[in-house]
Structures are given as structure tokens and as C-alpha cells.
């Protein structure tokens, strides 16, 4: 494929027209990843992610002109809510890192949620693979911000930035679920915030409860709009990097993604599959229209479908013919 060609020799209008490939489902994405696939597992994959306005994106921001002074490639997938009446993203990250417009070694996409509620879209796992393989040496993930359950991040890279404010209300609250689970880092931000040192404490001492692991997280104090602490993250980011190789659990986080990636190819496939057949053929159809008129309650119908395989089968039959 011309346009995978051309990506895997520098062209970012390529890689930009793959994303949308992708983005958009195309029926070319199949045969896009399969091309790119001997291509992928070089770049360090960095997610970012907390509650809205912790400042997620100026630290992005701050962490890219570091990575670009070491002359590194950076792609930013940064993902914004979905836009009730274009469906595309109503933020726009660019907008927030504007002095990287016109740096050829930094590739930003912004992408609308499109009603994930894991933080990111279902078709961001492949658009961090078509960066990873146009030779980016770090991608850096910007979660939408949805609060607790962005646990979607810990299954797309390899280090897992936690950004926390003191303005985010109660620490335990805000920590108690998924997001003290997937953190390798926590950052407190607007460390300049009265009630910052506070949250620090916090953090380090639910940390403190943790059985002992191969890595330490650290919680690190950050001002990003001052450029405060940001030199120390970065700092984490590496050794939590050099750490992962050392031990092997690169490797085996990169298994873990495998599997869950192909689990959720499979899922949505089987399920686009089970819908179509659903709205298309009229024997299946009737099983709706004996739920809505409340004749047969939903487990039974779902039941009938699944346990007769005949009757997708003879749908897939007729599809392929």
C-alpha cells in the first residue's frame, strides 16, 4: 500500500491520512496493521492522564520541548470530549502547543472520545501503533480527563503519568479507584496551590500502604504553566523506562497489550457482525420486535440467538457468498 510506503520514509501526510484511515474505521485499517505490524515496539509509549483541568496538556506541552532538545521524535495523541454536532474533538490539544506546529519531529493528533468512557477512543490503540510506526521515538497519550475510569490508558502504553491538583477536591476520593491502580508516576501539579503539600502527603502515604514491587512510584511536585519540576518528572519517566527493560515487564506489559488488543478486535468485530445481522435479517429482527412488545424479556432473546448458531451462521453465509 502506497500511502504505508510512504509513512515508513518520513511522510507525515501519509501517516496523517493513515490516522484518518483509522479513525474513520476504514476497511483498509485490517490490511493498514497488518504493514505496519513488523514495524512496531520501538517507541516508548507515555500516558497521561487525571481529572479535568489538572493541566494535562501544558505539562504534555512541557515534556515535548524536553524530549525535542534531546532531539527525540514525538507523537502526541491528545484526546479531547466528542463534539455533540461534528463528532470530532471539542478542545484541540494543537491549540495548546502551538510553538510544536511547525516542528517536523513532533506530530500532534487530537481525537474526539466518540462515547469511550475509558478515556479514549476505541480506534486510539491503532493510531498509536501508525505512530509508533512511522519512527517516533515517544508517544505521548492524553487521556479526555474523565476522572476514575480512564483505566483504557494502562492498556495502550507503557508508563502511566497520574496528574493530580490540589483544586481536585478530596485525595482519597479522587484516588480510590482505577486511577491509584494503573499510576507508575503521580504528579502533583500547581504545586504552588496552598493545599498542594497536603495532597503530597496524601498520595505518599496511601503509596506507603502498597505491598513492596519492582518499582517505587514516585510522587513528584510540578508547576508546569512556570516549567517547575518538570526536569524531574521527565527524570521518573526514564528510570520507570530503564526499569521496565531491566526487569522485563516490558515485555510482559507488551504481552498483556497483545492480548487485550486482540481480545477487543475480536469483541467489536463480533459484535458489529451480530448487529448487522440483526438489523438486516428478518428472522433475527423479530427477536426485537418480540422484546419491544414485551412478549420475551432480553435474556431469553439473547439466549435463542447465541445458543442457535444457525442463525448467524446462515447470515454470515449469505454475506460472504
Known amino acids: 500500500m502506497k500511502l504505508v510506503e510512504q509513512m515508513l520514509s518520513g511522510d507525515n501526510l501519509a501517516l496523517s491520512r493513515l490516522i484518518s484511515q483509522a479513525e474513520n474505521e476504514s476497511s483498509q485499517v485490517p490490511e493498514i496493521m497488518k504493514l505496519i505490524s513488523p514495524h512496531l515496539g520501538q517507541a516508548h509509549r507515555i500516558g497521561v492522564t487525571g481529572p479535568p483541568g489538572a493541566g494535562k496538556s501544558t505539562l504534555v506541552d512541557r515534556l515535548t520541548v524536553l524530549m525535542r532538545k534531546k532531539d527525540l521524535k514525538v507523537g502526541?495523541?491528545?484526546?479531547?470530549?466528542?463534539?455533540?454536532?461534528?463528532?470530532?474533538?471539542?478542545?484541540?490539544?494543537?491549540?495548546?502547543?502551538?510553538?510544536?506546529?511547525?516542528?517536523?519531529?513532533?506530530f500532534i493528533r487530537s481525537m474526539a472520545t466518540r462515547g469511550s468512557m475509558g478515556g479514549l477512543p476505541q480506534t486510539a490503540s491503532s493510531v498509536i501503533k501508525l505512530l509508533d510506526a512511522s519512527g517516533r521515538d515517544v508517544i505521548l497519550?492524553?487521556?479526555?480527563?474523565?476522572?476514575?475510569?480512564e483505566v483504557d490508558i494502562m492498556e495502550k502504553t507503557d508508563t502511566v503519568i497520574v496528574i493530580q491538583c490540589p483544586e481536585s477536591g478530596d485525595a482519597v476520593q479522587t484516588m480510590k479507584a482505577g486511577l491509584f491502580e494503573i499510576a507508575d508516576i503521580f504528579v502533583v501539579n500547581k504545586s504552588d496551590h496552598p493545599d498542594a503539600d497536603k495532597l503530597l502527603r496524601d498520595i505518599q502515604a496511601m503509596l506507603n500502604l502498597r505491598e513492596p514491587d519492582w518499582w517505587d512510584i514516585p510522587v513528584v511536585a510540578t508547576e508546569a504553566v512556570n516549567d517547575v519540576g518538570v526536569e524531574e518528572l521527565y527524570r521518573?519517566?526514564?528510570?520507570?523506562?530503564?526499569?521496565?527493560?531491566?526487569?522485563?515487564?516490558?515485555?510482559?506489559?507488551?504481552?498483556?497489550?497483545?492480548?487485550?488488543?486482540?481480545?477487543?478486535?475480536?469483541?467489536?468485530?463480533?459484535?458489529?457482525?451480530l448487529l448487522s445481522a440483526i438489523e438486516e435479517d428478518g428472522q433475527l429482527r423479530s427477536y426485537i420486535d418480540l422484546v419491544e412488545k414485551g412478549e420475551l424479556d432480553p435474556y431469553s432473546a439473547a439466549d435463542e440467538i447465541l445458543s442457535s448458531g444457525r442463525l448467524l451462521a446462515d447470515w454470515l453465509s449469505r454475506q460472504s457468498s
Not at 495523541?77 to 519531529?105: C, E, K, N, W
Not at 497519550?141 to 475510569?149: A, P, R
Request: with cysteine; hydrophobic share 30%; charged share 20%.
Open 76 to 106: 502526541i495523541v491528545a484526546v479531547d470530549p466528542t463534539s455533540p454536532f461534528s463528532g470530532g474533538a471539542v478542545l484541540g490539544d494543537r491549540i495548546r502547543m502551538q510553538q510544536h506546529y511547525l516542528d517536523d519531529g513532533v
Open 141 to 149: 497519550v492524553e487521556t479526555v480527563g474523565v476522572g476514575q475510569s
Open 236 to 273: 521518573q519517566v526514564q528510570l520507570h523506562y530503564r526499569a521496565l527493560c531491566e526487569t522485563g515487564q516490558l515485555a510482559k506489559r507488551r504481552r498483556s497489550q497483545h492480548r487485550s488488543d486482540f481480545i477487543k478486535t475480536v469483541q467489536h468485530r463480533l459484535t458489529h457482525n
